[in-house]
């Protein structure tokens, strides 16, 4: 099966930006220093996690400048989240904080001679030009003592535009992230204040005292890489894959009865798994693993409060060698993907921040893992910023901080032919890439009707 390719996959363009500013809150906040919770400030969210959001032309809008109305709306908006102008320092025992003095989060005002059009009906990672439309600036990379927040507005030709965010992570997670974008939307749109306030209180998920580690926490385990991480940096092939109706039956079809209930984040992800382990061709005996991020933010009883925006996910961890996961029936990896997001709990979360105090705040392992992030209901597509919903909104790339190939994103996507599903970003060397395909195309094309079995599912690719 040979892979298609969208037409943004091989459109380029030219982006001219101008110098990076700072923008600052437009009114005096509170100077002051703000811890993170010992959730936030773990090693594996000590990185810059990039969005991008696409807007077409509103004739509504006509002769109002994008990059005008969202520059203004963002100082205004500072005043309400002004933890996000200051820098965050270190302090004992690598605790986190937010120093804030106001200093302003970095804003970046370009120009592309593109249409929203040329990138095609497909828009999903990886995106042309990437680095383009949200420049990294180097000096600005480091976790601590930096902007917290870097928003580049891109305008377009054809009227529409760009707006691209890089947040540190330890900050927000998506739903944190999406709060406040929705509030600057909200504000941008003639709003004075954001309609649902923002709560700090990080003191929610501060470690216990004394701490204590009750639950079981396979994810932060320290595993030896004694035979290689998966990825070879400089030949590694970056692919969309689209699960819609069609694909996600297929996949239900080959599953025992008892566990038709389960949901198809876990189904698609049992099985997403198990053609990634069998395309990596791991030894039989070698541990692989499965992380499902998990939102807690219900699971706590009262729930957190509302307008809460800091990090208030898990990684649970799912573990079997590479034989069984390989050799079983996709119900097996099935069984573990539902057991082990069943073990997020309010007690597990006080567990996971009371580990980060004992541990020393650190990563969850990455050696032979999978991590995926089902982001449908984090509301990034609705965010309106003055010129209707997004096209696009989510995630620019897969990825772990600076580790590619190690995560995925199941972002909300329609088809060309209005089929609603997921689109789901794949990074993986390239020869590991071709056998991944055809595992995918083992299972789908098998319990597909025959007029059905193509390549519709593979949307995008990039070497």
Known sequence: MAPSSSSSSSLSFRVRRREAELVCPAAPTPREMKLLSDIDDQEGLRFQIPVIQFYGYDPSMRGKDPVKVIRKALSETLVFYYPFAGRLREGANRKLMVDCNGEGVL??????????????????????????????????????????????????????????????????DAAGCVQFMSALGEIARGAREPSIPPVWQRELLNAREPPRVTCTHREYEQVADTKGTIIPL???????????????????SSIPPHLNQCSDFEIITAFLWRCRTKALQPDADEEVRII???????????????????????????????????????????????????????????????????????????????????VTRAGFGEVDLGWGKAVYGGPAKGGVGAIPGVASFYIPFKNSKGEE???????????????????????????????????????????
């Open 234 to 252: 400089d030949d590694m092939a970056h692919r969309s894959f689209f699960f819609g109706p069609t694909e996600v039956a297929a996949i239900r």
């Open 292 to 374: 499902c991020i998990v939102n807690a933010r219900a699971k706590f009883n009262p729930p957190l409060p509302k307008g809460y925006y800091g990090n208030a996910f898990a990684f649970p961890v799912a573990v079997t060698s590479a034989g069984k996961l390989c050799e079983n029936p996709l119900g097996y990896a099935l069984g573990l993907v539902k057991k082990a997001k069943s073990d997020v709990s309010e007690e597990y979360m006080h567990s996971i921040a009371d580990l980060m105090v004992i541990k020393g705040r650190p990563h969850f392992t990455v050696v032979r893992s999978y991590l995926v992030s089902d």
């Open 421 to 463: 599903g997921l689109v789901i970003p794949v990074c993986l060397p390239s020869e590991a890439m071709d056998r991944f395909v055809k595992e995918l195309d083992a299972t789908i094309n098998k319990n597909t009707n025959p007029a059905q079995q193509n390549s519709r599912f593979i949307i995008s690719s990039s070497l």
């Open 107 to 172: 804003f970046i005002e370009a120009d592309a001679d593109v249409t929203l059009a040329q990138f095609g009906d497909a828009l999903q990672p990886p995106f042309p030009c990437l680095d383009h439309l949200l420049y990294d600036v180097p000096s600005t990379l480091p976790v601590l003592n930096t902007p917290l927040l870097l928003i580049q507005v891109t305008r377009l030709q054809c009227g529409g535009f760009i707006f691209g965010l890089r947040l540190n992570h330890t900050m927000s």
